[in-house]
């Protein structure tokens, strides 16, 4: 099960460490990808930068996951349910997590699905650590483990 975050920004402090203990606990198949968010640019140049390094880093065949405010909101056992049939129809799984100007329409165009956590806008640094956590939840749902709870 190949899974593949590719996120605009790079953490720092307690978002860092609190990614490092879930990724710490998913193993080797999950990798992070920190782009850079380019500096001094205006918004809409700020995603069009940006959207080139996301779509340069999408492996081919993958199943592409933008996370978005606007997007589909589920329950984890929802989450956990689409992360298996997803890895069942594809090679690898990435989530995409734009900047905090958000993402162009071609970032938009080339996800499969799109998701959110709840219709509120969340700092893309807490949609990582919440993005690894749900991966994790999903894994222990689909493993039988009690880590989640109804």
């Known amino acids: ?69 606007r997007g589909k909101d589920c329950t984890s056992r929802d989450f956990a349910g689409l992360l298996e049939r997803w890895h069942m129809e594809a090679r690898q799984v990435v ?15 080339k996800a499969q699905t799109t998701l959110c956590f709840g219709h509120a806008t969340w700092p893309h640094r807490l949609v990582r650590v919440m993005l690894l956590e749900q991966i994790y939840r999903a894994r222990q749902i689909t493993a039988g483990h009690p880590y989640h709870r109804d």
């Open 1 to 69: 099960m190949k899974v593949l975050v590719l996120a605009i920004g790079k953490l720092r402090g307690d978002e860092s460490a609190w990614c490092d203990e879930y990724l710490k606990r998913l193993g080797q198949d999950i990798s992070v990808k920190e782009m850079a968010a380019p500096k001094n640019l205006s918004g809409a140049e700020a995603q069009k930068a940006e959207a080139a390094l996301i779509l340069q880093a999408i492996p081919p065949q993958s199943h592409v996951v933008l996370m978005d405010e």
């Open 95 to 109: 989530f995409i997590i734009g900047g905090a100007d958000g993402v162009t329409d071609d970032v938009r165009r």
